[in-house]
């Protein structure tokens, strides 16, 4: 066991010789004994302290002997007093404290609280002027030798309250729309001999889950004693001070007294509550730490935000139906309500429509929050209209010359950027809403149409040769009517089977010839041509057909219609005509090919064979010569 020495030991100085020869005969003792060193701490003084705020001093004390529970008695000593010692609060004797303290103590307003057994503080609710002096903790003894400190003392001084704190407004409590603009200022100042720092802070108490203002409180910014902005952890305030919707600014204000100033650009629902602003004064103390010495709280009211989801209103006029002629002018507005302030929030104004029959919605145009406007699709963009803000609110669709392809079911979508004028083409939209659609219809005249597809009889069509389609027409309508055909091909059966294609099966477009006489070639490798030979006769040729020409061919035919400004548009009726069968065959030189080819390797082959046998015939003959010779 190790040896420790009380430098703080009661019993007399010793001198040195008997320190060492102490020191020698504990050395060799069988077993060495722990010689216990009663210590009571407290914090290094001097302390400022602010009249009418709280004193907290924890004592503590370690190399005790006896129960783990230690007492503490509370003395103070008056500057000027000398020794004279008034008992403060004592944990084993309520009788303890002296006449000037018996009344709080009774109250609660002075007391001890313990943290542990062996240590515990004086709490001083509000410090009094007349409580400043050298207050002196005392520990009893519980030790078998009386040895070590078993009391500390530590000068308080308290100065006088200097902390204001002010407001410029009151919140009026009525509700304020979603994305709205918040700003509140309160002004704090402190006079003191002393060198003390002070922060700020704004918070709010949320409301509960009854809708009540409860305990539920958030800090949303604060300036610390440094001087440093810091975003308040619950929440999403840390994101929104990132994103620049709140801030904190310090400015120098009258008489004295700083400005600060809470700025929270888009307000959301969950920003309602009881609003306040609260400031400290912060001294260093000796020991190296800040401490918090003063506090005040400014209530600065109740706010209300009202979700924009409750306010927002998007409707179409007209409502319900709207039928028109064709080429007759279309016009739809688009009213916003409820969308708060206009230079305050952006918004994306859309118009979408589904067709007559259902199916998918497209958009047909859109303005964005710069105001830029820009259509859908090809049939939106070539369809001559405009898309214009007319006023806060207020958006128009218009068609100047509506067709058939423009009727179906229209609807407005509003997506507002609450409390951003400029977002940011990434940003989310603060809140959505689509309007209940209204159904456009036209009056489109009778129209009836037939196409009936003709492969013209004539040799059977060989490969190489040009292969010429005709698609018979017959429009019944009144008025002007063109036409606009379509060329496909619906490719055979890989195995060889000649069966007709399904109707299911799609076919490739291969050619087509617009209402106003252009055509247009989607050729799959061959010389394609397409024109009208006559009123209701439309024509496809394929030159120098190969086998991949062969296959089901059909033609689908669309009528147009010309409107009262002169302009041309699909009716909608529209036709396909049965599919033909185009089937090549070989060509005649290409059957003597076969022959020719098969002789001539067969004469080729007979001609080897006879040179081969009569050139082995006459070696063998001129060998049996030479041998005769020989003999």
Same mark, same amino acid.
């Given at each position: 066991?190790?040896?420790?020495?009380?430098?703080?030991?009661?019993?007399?100085?010793?001198?040195?010789?008997?320190?060492?020869?102490?020191?020698?005969?504990?050395?060799?003792?069988?077993?060495?004994?722990?010689?216990?060193?009663?210590?009571?701490?407290?914090?290094?003084?001097?302390?400022?302290?602010?009249?009418?705020?709280?004193?907290?001093?924890?004592?503590?004390?370690?190399?005790?002997?006896?129960?783990?529970?230690?007492?503490?008695?509370?003395?103070?000593?008056?500057?000027?007093?000398?020794?004279?010692?008034?008992?403060?609060?004592?944990?084993?004797?309520?009788?303890?404290?002296?006449?000037?303290?018996?009344?709080?103590?009774?109250?609660?307003?002075?007391?001890?609280?313990?943290?542990?057994?062996?240590?515990?503080?004086? +709490?001083?609710?509000?410090?009094?002027?007349?409580?400043?002096?050298?207050?002196?903790?005392?520990?009893?003894?519980?030790?078998?030798?009386?040895?070590?400190?078993?009391?500390?003392?530590?000068?308080?001084?308290?100065?006088?309250?200097?902390?204001?704190?002010?407001?410029?407004?009151?919140?009026?409590?009525?509700?304020?729309?979603?994305?709205?603009?918040?700003?509140?200022?309160?002004?704090?100042?402190?006079?003191?001999?002393?060198?003390?720092?002070?922060?700020?802070?704004?918070?709010?108490?949320?409301?509960?889950?009854?809708?009540?203002?409860?305990?539920?409180?958030?800090?949303?910014?604060?300036?610390?004693?440094?001087?440093?902005?810091?975003?308040?952890?619950?929440?999403?305030?840390?994101?929104?001070?990132?994103?620049?919707?709140?801030?904190?600014?310090?400015?120098?204000?009258?008489?004295?007294?700083?400005?600060?100033?809470?700025?929270?650009?888009?307000?959301?629902?969950?920003?309602?509550?009881?609003?306040?602003?609260?400031?400290?004064?912060?001294?260093?103390?000796?020991?190296?730490?800040?401490?918090?010495?003063?506090?005040?709280?400014?209530?600065?009211?109740?706010?209300?935000?009202?979700?924009?989801?409750?306010?927002?209103?998007?409707?179409?006029?007209?409502?319900?139906?709207?039928?028109?002629?064709?080429?007759?002018?279309?016009?739809?507005?688009?009213? +916003?309500?409820?969308?708060?302030?206009?230079?305050?929030?952006?918004?994306?104004?859309?118009?979408?429509?589904?067709?007559?029959?259902?199916?998918?919605?497209?958009?047909?145009?859109?303005?964005?929050?710069?105001?830029?406007?820009?259509?859908?699709?090809?049939?939106?963009?070539?369809?001559?209209?405009?898309?214009?803000?007319?006023?806060?609110?207020?958006?128009?669709?218009?068609?100047?010359?509506?067709?058939?392809?423009?009727?179906?079911?229209?609807?407005?979508?509003?997506?507002?950027?609450?409390?951003?004028?400029?977002?940011?083409?990434?940003?989310?939209?603060?809140?959505?809403?689509?309007?209940?659609?209204?159904?456009?219809?036209?009056?489109?005249?009778?129209?009836?149409?037939?196409?009936?597809?003709?492969?013209?009889?004539?040799?059977?069509?060989?490969?190489?040769?040009?292969?010429?389609?005709?698609?018979?027409?017959?429009?019944?309508?009144?008025?002007?009517?063109?036409?606009?055909?379509?060329?496909?091909?619906?490719?055979?059966?890989?195995?060889?089977?000649?069966?007709?294609?399904?109707?299911?099966?799609?076919?490739?477009?291969?050619?087509?010839?617009?209402?106003?006489?252009?055509?247009?070639?989607?050729?799959?490798?061959?010389?394609?041509?397409?024109?009208?030979?006559?009123?209701?006769?439309?024509?496809?040729?394929?030159?120098?057909?190969?086998?991949?020409?062969?296959?089901?061919?059909?033609?689908?035919?669309?009528?147009?219609?010309?409107?009262?400004?002169?302009?041309?548009?699909?009716?909608?009726?529209?036709?396909?005509?049965?599919?033909?069968?185009?089937?090549?065959?070989?060509?005649?030189?290409?059957?003597?090919?076969?022959?020719?080819?098969?002789?001539?390797?067969?004469?080729?082959?007979?001609?080897?064979?006879?040179?081969?046998?009569?050139?082995?015939?006459?070696?063998?003959?001129?060998?049996?010569?030479?041998?005769?010779?020989?003999?």
């Amino acid at each position: 066991m190790g040896v420790r020495l009380c430098c703080g030991d009661h019993s007399g100085m010793m001198m040195a010789p008997r320190r060492l020869t102490l020191l020698l005969i504990i050395g060799f003792v069988w077993e060495s004994q722990l010689v216990v060193c009663r210590e009571v701490t407290l914090p290094t003084g001097p302390l400022y302290r602010v009249a009418g705020f709280p004193l907290s001093l924890r004592c503590t004390v370690s190399g005790y002997e006896g129960p783990r529970t230690q007492d503490f008695e509370w003395f103070l000593y008056k500057e000027g007093a000398g020794a004279l010692q008034i008992g403060v609060v004592s944990t084993r004797d309520q009788g303890f404290p002296y006449t000037p303290f018996q009344g709080r103590v009774r109250s609660g307003e002075v007391r001890v609280e313990r943290d542990s057994g062996d240590q515990a503080r004086l +709490v001083i609710q509000r410090l009094r002027p007349d409580d400043q002096g050298r207050y002196e903790c005392y520990t009893p003894s519980t030790d078998l030798r009386y040895q070590g400190n078993y009391s500390a003392s530590v000068v308080i001084k308290v100065i006088q309250d200097t902390l204001l704190i002010t407001h410029s407004r009151i919140l009026s409590g009525q509700p304020v729309m979603e994305g709205t603009e918040l700003q509140l200022t309160c002004a704090a100042s402190v006079q003191s001999a002393q060198h003390t720092h002070l922060s700020v802070t704004f918070g709010v108490r949320g409301s509960t889950d009854s809708g009540s203002l409860g305990h539920n409180l958030r800090e949303i910014i604060s300036l610390d004693r440094d001087l440093r902005v810091t975003p308040g952890r619950g929440g999403s305030y840390e994101k929104r001070y990132k994103d620049g919707e709140i801030t904190l600014e310090k400015r120098s204000g009258d008489g004295g007294r700083d400005l600060y100033v809470l700025k929270m650009s888009v307000l959301a629902p969950e920003d309602s509550g009881s609003y306040f602003c609260e400031a400290a004064q912060w001294i260093l103390d000796p020991s190296g730490q800040w401490e918090r010495i003063a506090q005040r709280t400014m209530e600065l009211g109740n706010l209300s935000v009202q979700p924009l989801a409750d306010s927002l209103s998007v409707s179409v006029v007209p409502v319900g139906e709207v039928s028109l002629q064709p080429g007759s002018p279309l016009s739809l507005t688009c009213q +916003v309500l409820g969308a708060g302030w206009w230079n305050r929030s952006a918004l994306l104004v859309q118009w979408m429509r589904r067709g007559p029959s259902g199916g998918v919605e497209v958009e047909v145009a859109r303005m964005g929050p710069d105001g830029v406007v820009s259509w859908g699709d090809d049939t939106s963009r070539g369809g001559g209209g405009s898309m214009e803000k007319e006023a806060d609110g207020r958006f128009s669709l218009r068609r100047f010359s509506a067709h058939p392809a423009d009727a179906g079911v229209y609807r407005c979508a509003v997506s507002v950027y609450a409390g951003r004028p400029s977002p940011e083409p990434s940003s989310p939209a603060t809140l959505t809403q689509r309007s209940e659609g209204v159904t456009v219809s036209l009056r489109s005249k009778d129209v009836s149409v037939s196409a009936v597809v003709d492969l013209p009889r004539r040799p059977l069509l060989k490969r190489g040769s040009t292969v010429t389609l005709l698609c018979n027409i017959s429009v019944m309508t009144t008025g002007p009517a063109q036409v606009e055909v379509q060329w496909l091909q619906k490719k055979e059966d890989p195995d060889g089977k000649e069966e007709m294609p399904s109707e299911d099966t799609k076919g490739s477009v291969l050619a087509t010839l617009t209402y106003d006489g252009m055509s247009r070639i989607y050729s799959n490798g061959s010389d394609l041509s397409v024109d009208r030979i006559s009123a209701g006769t439309y024509r496809l040729r394929i030159f120098s057909a190969h086998e991949g020409d062969q296959g089901y061919y059909q033609c689908q035919a669309e009528v147009w219609t010309q409107d009262p400004h002169g302009g041309w548009y699909s009716t909608g009726a529209k036709t396909e005509s049965a599919m033909v069968r185009v089937y090549l065959y070989a060509r005649v030189a290409d059957l003597l090919l076969i022959p020719l080819v098969v002789g001539v390797s067969s004469a080729l082959f007979v001609g080897v064979v006879i040179i081969a046998t009569v050139t082995c015939c006459f070696m063998k003959r001129l060998a049996r010569q030479r041998s005769q010779i020989r003999k």
